[in-house]
């Protein structure tokens, strides 16, 4: 059984960044398609980015292209997602999310197994 645990969320200042990690345990990381989604209070959960097995492709949401960049290690069978420049509009839960296939999709529904979560919060 695929198991994800996100880290690196907290309370940062506009204009800051972050590094969201996500550790992958139970099956082989780089079989997977990995994704990152977010939900903020009172809305749907929202694409953010994804990477392919080898990372060698990525999708990014338009939304945050530019300030957001997805990545991985599958010697250290982690996932990362490198938040610069935040804002408040970045508030959000953000969940590491992966997917048993080679494709890439933006759909929450087609990814397999999801992580508990990890909060950001930004502050103006």
């Known amino acids: 059984q695929v198991q994800l645990v996100e880290s690196g969320g907290g309370l940062v200042q506009a204009g800051g960044s972050l590094r969201l990690s996500c550790a992958f345990s139970?099956?082989?990381?780089?079989?997977?398609?990995m994704g990152w989604f977010r939900q903020a209070p009172g809305k749907e959960r929202e694409f953010v980015a994804s990477?392919?097995?080898?990372?060698?492709?990525?999708i990014t949401a338009d939304s945050v292209k530019g300030r957001f960049t997805i990545s991985r290690d599958n010697n250290k069978n982690t996932l990362y997602l490198q938040i610069n420049s935040l804002k408040p509009e970045d508030t959000a839960v953000y969940y590491c999310a992966a997917r048993f296939t080679l494709a890439q999709t933006k759909s929450a529904l087609e990814y397999n197994y999801w992580g508990q979560g990890t909060q950001v919060t930004v502050s103006s």
């Open positions: 139970g099956r082989t990381f780089s079989s997977y398609t």
């Open positions: 990477i392919n097995w080898s990372g060698s492709s990525t």
